[in-house]
């Protein structure tokens, strides 16, 4: 999949005590996946899953793991690959038992390739020992040279049968095509529903998953336009669909209609002739990401939306894309004006915090309308999400401040970030200045740069005149404070050697 912005990404981490002896029971129940994983793999892989470590740890060591709560055991063996779990088995007999307890089934076909038994009879031979009374998950990452239709259909079925909570399958492909049939989209105990790469979803008969809350699609091919729609409308309580589309000639119109959806993203490459774009009514979507979009129409109805990033549009001539989204109070924006039609008259009421990404054509002419039309703005970040990478060429065009001064500069802007500003361009120190000359509330404006090294002292001087010009400008708000920074966390993009 593509990159997703920043927030989703984010990962909270904590600290760790020694192996199960100074952390204690409660404690290792908080921690979050990405910890309790970490322990999985230094505890258990590191630690028991070697032969070197099989013929040299000692009976302390043995005991010290054995020791933990059967509860906590099955916990860090929920996050391994089940091959790596039915391992453990050897450790001692109370570990015989443990595999067919853990709530998740995780197989790779590529992880098995042994002469005395087949991938089939290995997932086989796991489900008729498996003993826990609810399977949470079944992951599945699979080709057709290894298994079948009939087989996939069959390990389904049992996991449906144990009251699945998440399904994840991941087609490996090759010259086969694998159709994901619309008789396995009938369990009423799936919550999480991931399907990835090239697999071909064709819904011919209605679709019952009433508890489904979590869709991704991935790179998945669709029969046709009713395929999505009948999916989609057999999931009254679904809250969150994740579309990441390639080429995909079947489909023209992408209906996206859920009452209860409230997070959408959608990543699409397609640039095919025929698809018109997509049409979405979600009544109660609060979250919206759209990345890499290439169609000529997109049609909106969101009036609860609260929060949305958009990047990579491209050719979208319906100037109600933007106007659609009035209600939101963060916009994150990676757009260029001459991509995308500003919508006439449009006003953004609710807006609070807008963040918009300066690597764009004439990007600065598409901050002015957002000025002038964001009247309750509060906070203002320009971003520059990129190292070592010369605008020269990328950014163009002159930049046209606004013909009266925009109301949230003259009552509400109170923070103005600007991140990796580029102190070289005429068109970036006129809006720093514009912005620090009229905006009468503000209580804070942060520049930085790039660092340059101490040998070029030519760049160090411009940079620091250029710095101290914005400083000594007479600010409309006696008490900003003016800060400058300096900042190298954004991607390096390779220099073209040729």
Known sequence: MRQYTAQEKHTSEGSYGQYGTTVSFFVLFMFKAFEIRYIALKMLILRFLSVKSFRNRSILNEDRISQLPEALILRILYFLPTKKVIATS?????????????????????????????????????????????????????????VTPIDIGLWIGLAFARNLRELVLEYLPNQETFIFPSSLCTCNTLETLKLTLLMVLDISSPVLMKSLRTLHLVFVHYKDDASIR?????CPILEELVVDRGEDCNVEIFTIEVPSLKRLSIYDDNGGEEFWGYLINAPCLKYLLIEALRCPEFCLIAPELVEVSIAGVHSIINENFLGSLTSVRRLYLDLSPLEITYPTGTIFNQLVSL????????????????????????????????????????????????????????????????????????????????????????????????????????????????????????????????????????????????
């Not at 309750?376 to 990328?394: E, I, P, R, S």
């Not at 001064?405 to 070289?424: A, K, M, N």
């Not at 520049?447 to 070029?456: D, G």
């Open 355 to 498: 963040e918009m990404f300066t690597r764009k054509e004439e990007w600065w002419n598409l901050l002015t309308p957002m000025l002038e039309h964001s009247p309750n703005l509060q906070v203002l970040k320009l971003t520059d999400q990129y190292l070592n990478f010369h605008k020269d060429g990328v950014v163009g065009g002159k930049w046209k401040e606004p013909k009266y001064v925009p109301e949230c500069l003259l009552s509400h802007l109170e923070s103005f970030v600007w991140t990796r500003f580029d102190w070289g361009r005429e068109e970036e120190k006129e809006v720093a200045t514009y912005i620090l000359k009229n905006a009468r509330r503000l209580k804070k404006a942060t520049f930085s740069t790039t660092p340059i090294e101490s040998e070029e002292l030519k760049k160090l001087k411009e940079r620091r005149k250029v710095l101290n010009e914005l400083d000594s400008v007479v600010r409309a708000s006696n008490s900003c404070q003016f800060v400058f920074e300096f900042d190298s966390t954004s991607y390096v993009l390779e220099e073209d050697s040729s």
């Open 230 to 234: 009948k999916l989609l409308s057999g």
């Open 90 to 146: 050897v450790l001692s007999k109370q570990w015989r038992s443990f595999w067919k307890l853990v709530s998740n089934l995780k197989f790779d076909s590529e992880d098995y390739k042994s002469e005395h038994q087949t991938f089939s009879e290995v997932v086989c031979k796991s489900f008729l020992s498996h003993k826990a009374p609810v399977l949470e998950s079944f992951h599945l990452k699979f080709g057709l040279d290894k």
